[in-house]
């Protein structure tokens, strides 16, 4: 997939976890999760500057040209609170002009590899914005 933040393009791992549903409470705008190691050598300076000295236990003021929103997650691990700027994902493997999710939020999380892989985690809200199903009608 490519993930789009900060006018800077991604190309990430993505994996569909149908139990991830979160949103940004201000907007109500579908968030996919993102790997802070997985991406953190490709951000644009200021984002990857100021998600390193967030991880780091700072509590540093973003810029406010990033638009970072912090947005409530619970998890089975427990509650935590993830800064988050928007985005937007698309499928590189579908035909042009089909597969783009816009006006999404990008939520930054320091986690260790997983053993899948992947880079960004998508919930059914997000997947359903790339690839919105069909009904045939009878």
Do not use: K, N
């Amino acid at each position: 997939a490519r993930l789009t933040v900060a006018d800077t393009a991604l190309d990430v791992r993505a994996f569909c976890d149908t139990g991830f549903s979160v949103q940004e409470p201000l907007s109500g705008r579908t968030v996919v999760l993102v790997r802070f190691g997985a991406v953190q050598g490709r951000l644009p300076p200021a984002l990857g500057t100021y998600l390193e000295q967030h991880f780091a236990g700072a509590a540093p003021l973003p810029d406010p040209a990033l638009g970072v929103r912090l947005v409530p997650c619970t998890t089975v691990a427990g509650h935590c609170i993830l800064p988050a700027v928007p985005a937007s994902l698309c499928c590189t493997g579908s035909p042009a002009g089909q597969g783009m999710a816009e006006h999404l939020y990008a939520a930054f999380a320091d986690l260790p590899p997983p053993p899948d892989g992947w880079e960004v985690l998508v919930g059914v809200e997000a997947l359903e914005m790339i690839h919105p199903l069909r009904h045939r009608q009878a």
